[in-house]
């Protein structure tokens, strides 16, 4: 049952509509926007998603429909104490141009969620789950409530929604890069929600139990913990991953050690206590730069010498294999970003600095080194990742196999193994096109 808990945050905006999104905007986390900008350009959202909002505008079966008739809506006379909630909330972070309804769906598990309305005469819509209201008491779900809340005001649905329909069933982006980026976004894209969940709280306890609630499906006390213990327990497991350099064990989602610290830094900063004050924005360098730190802990890199040396080694012999008979272009560029994703999530930079200051030859040799005194008894593993790279575009290039078997004499990977291996990529990757210029009439 919901229970009433009064230190809630009140008071509400006096600034304009342009003003509060403005302010709201500057909250969210630096690398999450930076990274939503990068997808949304990627993936042409701002060319699918007119497309997606003709169809859904066109549709009978439209989403006020399926919302009516699969939830039941809150409202003064049904669930007033949530729905007096829920507009409490959106007062105090100044939304009330927003137009919202919210809704109630019979469903045993702690969830929330946010639908964005394409159409623009019709409220969006925020769904509570009955295993979340019977579940949370009231400050919790002010945590939620902003949360969801921050979904629609950011726009997270822009970059989902074309996931969802250019990518279903199973969100399959054959780019791994492209991929790796957006599974960090998603992790971010929470934690930015997150803020706004704060912002309308002052109890920090009731957010780490609204978000262990949801996470586990279990309170605290059933696990005879409280919420400083529990803080208490995620950074060390963040000290232990720093202690160890070991960033793939923070690879799955959900990522509670980096989302709960991340609720502690923001909740204590400078930034969250003047907005609560002033309702205004104040940069918070401390704050940026600790949640910038835990940022890295949901990124893959090179964990130590020798991965950094077979990074280096992969990204230099991929640039010679591929440029062995012309130029370095754009395509070539994402074939070499989604080699290295394997080892770091975002090697755009380091690929350019290699390039713009002619360092490939001495990464290749420097690398190639290591990797020898390093006495790899089976090298076979790197030489088969630059395999795949001589039929990237269904064209075999006599040079571009000549230098791959060279670099597998290199790796001391026997003639007749190397070919083996290539012969093996080709049948896996090779599909012949047409030659144009050798069609007759």
């Known amino acids: 049952m919901l229970t009433q808990v009064q230190n809630t945050v009140k008071g509400n905006f006096v600034t304009n509509n342009e003003d509060i999104q403005e302010i709201l905007e500057a909250l969210r986390i630096k690398e999450e926007r930076e990274l939503y900008h990068y997808l949304r350009d990627t993936l042409s959202v701002d060319v699918i998603n007119p497309i997606i909002y003709k169809k859904e505008n066109t549709k009978e079966d439209t989403l006020l429909n399926f919302v009516n008739g699969n939830f039941l809506k809150i409202s003064e006379n049904f669930g007033p104490h949530i729905y007096d909630t829920c507009m409490d909330v959106v007062a105090s972070l100044g939304l009330e141009h927003l137009p919202l309804d919210f809704y109630l769906e019979i469903n045993p598990v702690l969830n929330a969620y946010a639908y964005h309305n394409y159409k623009t005469d019709e409220p969006h819509f925020i769904v509570f789950t009955s295993g979340l209201i019977d579940n949370l008491d009231m400050d919790e779900l002010r945590v939620v409530i902003g949360h969801e809340l921050a979904h629609i005001i950011y726009h997270h649905y822009e970059i989902s929604r074309v996931i969802d329909m250019i990518f279903a069933p199973d969100n399959n982006i054959s780019d791994r890069f492209l991929y790796n980026l957006y599974l960090l976004w998603v ?51 963040i000290e232990e991953l720093k202690r160890q350099n070991n960033t793939y064990a923070m690879n799955y989602h959900p990522s509670q ?40 802990k949901l990124q893959i890199r090179p964990k130590n010498e020798i991965e950094n040396a077979e990074f280096e080694f992969l990204l230099s012999s991929g640039y010679l294999i591929m440029t062995a008979e012309d130029g370095w272009d754009a395509y070539k560029n994402m074939c070499l970003l989604d080699l290295l994703s394997w080892y770091h999530i975002d090697p755009r930079d380091i690929i350019k600095d290699a390039i713009d200051n002619r360092k490939v030859s001495d990464l290749f040799e420097n690398s190639l080194s290591l990797i020898k005194e390093q006495n790899k008894s089976d090298t076979s593993y790197l030489y088969s990742m630059l395999t795949d790279l001589i039929a990237r575009d269904n064209k075999i290039r006599e040079k571009e196999v000549s230098i791959l078997i060279d670099i597998a004499n290199e790796l001391g990977i026997p003639e007749e193994k190397a070919i083996d291996m290539i012969l093996e990529s080709l049948r896996k990757n090779y599909k012949p096109s047409i030659i144009m210029d050798r069609v007759t009439k």
């Not at 009731?206 to 950074?235: D, E, Q």
Request: net charge positive.
């Open 257 to 296: 050690p980096v989302r709960t610290k991340a609720l502690e830094t923001f909740f204590n900063s400078s930034t969250r206590s003047y907005f609560i004050e002033k309702r205004q924005y104040m940069e918070d360098t401390n704050l940026i730069d600790e949640t910038s730190k835990l940022i890295e």
């Open 187 to 237: 992790e971010l894209a929470q934690m930015s929600a997150d803020r706004l969940g704060l912002l309308v709280v002052y109890d920090f306890d009731a957010a780490v139990r609204a978000n262990f609630k949801i996470s586990t499906g279990l309170t605290m006390n059933k696990m005879n913990t409280t919420t400083k213990h529990y803080i208490k327990m995620m950074g060390k497991v």
